[in-house]
């Protein structure tokens, strides 16, 4: 430890005479990092220079693509997502509560909020179950939370009914 701490000596960790890490100090450690994001900077102001840019809509859009198209073996579902006019009220009331930083956070929640609904329309199980609450049909509910707000949502066919929304901040 002495070694590295004062002498800025670099410990090699083997295993079975292989080379599997390192051991540096934190100013080492710290300045590689630094190196690294430098050199990053450079690039991306390099790709300013040469109008090497996309806007961001297109590059997660394009993402996601490739994610659906190479990455998951099974072909995706999409489900269509609805949502009542009760959740609609639960989700006005949350993001027009007026709060001290409103203008400064409404926006971001409410895109916070809309991905993770979206999310519904691919993974429809990503919500907890909700077993203690059933619909007339025996149908389980589920629970996405998206703070400070409760998704209260439910599976039928091809369809995320989101039902209804609870605030935590305005419901208690």
Not at 31 to 49: Q, Y
Not at 153 to 164: A, H, L, P, V
Request: charged share 35%.
């Amino acid at each position: 430890m002495k070694n590295v701490h004062e002498r800025k000596n670099p410990i090699d960790i083997t295993e079975n005479d292989e080379a599997k890490s390192v051991w540096v100090d934190v100013v080492t450690f710290l300045k590689t990092h630094e190196v690294a994001l430098i050199d990053s900077i450079r690039l991306g102001e390099n790709d300013i220079k040469n109008g090497k840019t996309r806007p961001a809509d297109e590059v997660f859009s394009d993402l996601r693509k490739k994610i659906v198209k190479n990455v998951m073996s099974e072909e995706i579902k999409e489900y269509s997502v609805t949502v009542t006019q009760t959740a609609e009220d639960g989700i006005n009331d949350s993001i027009l509560h007026p709060t001290e930083e409103f203008t400064a956070t409404a926006w971001l929640r409410l895109d916070e909020l809309q991905k993770a609904i979206n999310s519904l329309k691919y993974f429809p199980e990503r919500g907890s179950r909700v077993p203690e609450l059933l619909d007339e049909n025996g149908k389980e509910y589920r629970k996405l939370i998206e703070s400070p707000l409760q998704i209260i949502y439910k599976i039928e066919n091809d369809e995320i009914r989101i039902i209804t929304t609870r605030d935590w901040q305005i419901d208690m």
